[in-house]
């Protein structure tokens, strides 16, 4: 086994609310219980102020670091950064990654049970946005009795949350990392986000969220092939895939999975059905659609004066889902109110992916980051 | 009525090979007998060295340009280049579209009816290609007894004939105006197809190929969501539609369309359904991602030796569907062959499709390249 492994990992429940008290969402509507799913590792400190938060993407959970079962083929999605001696040193930090409240893998949602009818919720599930993701993770920092968070940390959808808790709850926030996101989705994005989810509800199998079993298994998949092509940069493609065909040397002159990227692309949308559930993902999109700082707090300038957390923002070159532009724009934001603040622009042709898939250039990074945190003398 | 129109015209039909004598496609198999849709504008000189062949792209067909109908609320597709003074001007050509094999507007497609069976062909059309398009087209010039063509242009995949018809007949090509398009897709074009494809045939009204009257409108409208967007650059959506909601100051939490972005591309998606035929989105994307000049002809250097046309490559600088260094690489090799070769990049905002909408931009560009050709003493 892994020596730099957390290692077996269980994850924990947190419920809190009921029918009678129930969380008040951003929509206005109520949701009650609420169940949060989640994992640590690591250890906390004797005040508890070496806690850092993990925010996860769409397709991402609770399982970030470990694995679940001595057998497990895969570990948690960013195994890569949390574990001791990583980015993430669980052998200093105690690094909690709770799965969002919209999801699909044990946190409230739309499979969850709705306690007034005994029937899955389906589109019953009231509309959550990145605000009330960050609403259910403060409630269980509070059960956790965090303090204060020594650092909050997420990329792309998981980046929305860092900033949001940054402005939410600046008081609670000591350091924050935010990773190939925005302070909101381009217009371009949105439109990916549109494709998908029309995917998903003109496959007849959706049944206006009320499926069982196997649900819209093609809408699904169609909507992570579109997902899986913003996630890779035109070179990696290129240099991946290029035009080579899957098994042969000549062309077949028929309508199967010929091209590798077909193949590739047809194989990652059927898996995806595997383990993600269809209306989650017409919610966590809408979620990630309706995240806009501007809206919420006003002009970047005006709303970053808000924001105490010294922060870090990493963008990649090649990624042109959420360009480097935009991670400039909230970094002069910062300036503009004499906050602290750190950026990077990583040199990777893996697209948007790369803050999964590139853990060796984005390891000293994070380390060294929080480094310099612990250095400082609270303000 | 517009004095620069051609005015009303009137499709003509043309018909060669039979059961008997058909046509041998790349693919080995054969489509007899062979029909093609096309028009014509202005008048053949005498010696009908004034022809001009116009090659159309994915969605667009031998209407392209005039009405059919005074009462038409739209002219044919590229209307702003064809007409009296125009950038193809039909005072001094006589200019011809013809919808390409594999469409659905008329030319032999899947819709057309097998002679083996008496029912529509479905997914029993043969696979066709770029190179199969330019040979019914040919047989078309033939019939048209043009010599040779004074000048073919096209964008998008009508450059991929432009280019075809100038490799594989090149002594029948004075001139060729090369728009928005590349010696081959890319990549993530391939991937961006793949997806629409998958969206028509995981449709189950799709059936195998088999269906009638209304067919997957819902994967198809899909299909063409993903295409738009990849027609306009991120740019044109931000300016254009930007987070602007469809008709509220505030977010209303539903799953309807409510960006105006959402409202744009669900509407372009089932309008398009109400003019194309899916299988035939199917052909044609295949015959696109097929398209691979070094994969026909070998190197891009070595294939271009053979060509003699004098060549216009234009590019758009938000084109990154068809990016300017796809053009840039065919320019490069028609001057290491030492071949007469003009480029423009054009600065536009409309990315692809600019070819289509920016027709004051690409008017004197046109024009001017063919006063040049028509000055040159044929070599």
Redesign the interface.
């Known amino acids: 086994m892994d020596r730099n492994s957390v290692g077996l990992v269980t994850p924990k429940r947190f419920t809190f609310g009921t029918p009678q008290t129930p969380m008040t969402l951003e929509?206005?509507?109520h949701l009650g219980p609420v169940e949060i799913v989640y994992e640590t590792y690591g250890q906390p400190n004797e005040d508890r102020s070496n806690a850092i938060l993990i925010c996860h993407a769409l397709s991402g959970d609770h399982h970030a670091a470990g694995y679940h079962n001595p057998h497990d083929r895969y570990t948690g999605w960013w195994d890569n950064q949390i574990g001791p001696g990583k980015g993430f040193d669980t052998d200093q930090y105690w690094v909690i990654c709770a799965n969002i409240i919209g999801g699909c893998k044990g946190s409230s949602g739309p499979g969850s049970i709705n306690p007034a009818t005994g029937q899955a919720y389906g589109?019953d599930f009231?509309?959550v946005t990145i605000g009330d993701m960050v609403e259910a993770q403060k409630h269980l920092v509070d059960h956790l009795e965090i303090p204060t968070l020594f650092c909050i940390a997420g990329g792309s959808m998981g980046g929305f949350q860092v900033l949001e808790w940054s402005l939410r709850y600046p008081q609670q926030v000591r350091s924050a990392i935010c990773i190939a996101s925005a302070s909101?989705?381009?217009?371009?994005a949105?439109?990916?986000n549109?494709?998908g989810?029309?995917?998903i509800?003109?496959?007849?199998e959706w049944r206006e969220g009320r499926y069982s079993d196997k649900g819209p298994e093609?809408?699904l998949?169609?909507a992570r092939?579109?997902g899986h092509?913003t996630y890779l940069s035109?070179m990696l493609?290129?240099a991946k895939?290029?035009?080579k065909l899957q098994s042969a040397d000549r062309?077949s002159?028929?309508?199967d999975?010929?091209?590798a990227?077909?193949s590739y692309?047809?194989h990652k949308?059927s898996a995806f059905t595997q383990r993600f559930d269809a209306n989650s993902y017409?919610y966590i999109t809408?979620a990630m659609?309706?995240f806009?700082i501007q809206?919420s707090y006003g002009p970047l300038r005006e709303a970053f004066a808000r924001i105490t957390a010294r922060f870090l923002f990493i963008s990649y070159s090649s990624d042109w889902l959420f360009p480097t532009a935009q991670s400039r724009e909230m970094v002069r934001a910062m300036l503009a109110n004499g906050r602290p603040v750190s950026f990077i622009e990583i040199g990777s042709h893996y697209g948007h992916d790369a803050f999964l898939v590139e853990g060796d250039k984005l390891r000293p990074v994070i380390a060294g980051f929080l480094q310099g945190v612990g250095r400082q003398v609270r303000p």
Chains 1, 2 share one sequence.
């Open positions: 929509s206005g509507h589109l009231p509309l909101r989705l381009s217009t371009q949105i439109a990916f549109t494709v989810r029309s995917a509800t003109r496959d007849p093609k809408g998949a169609t092939m579109v092509i035109e493609l290129d895939f290029g035009r062309l002159y028929h309508f999975s010929e091209f990227i077909e692309l047809n949308g017409l809408k659609d309706y806009d809206r």
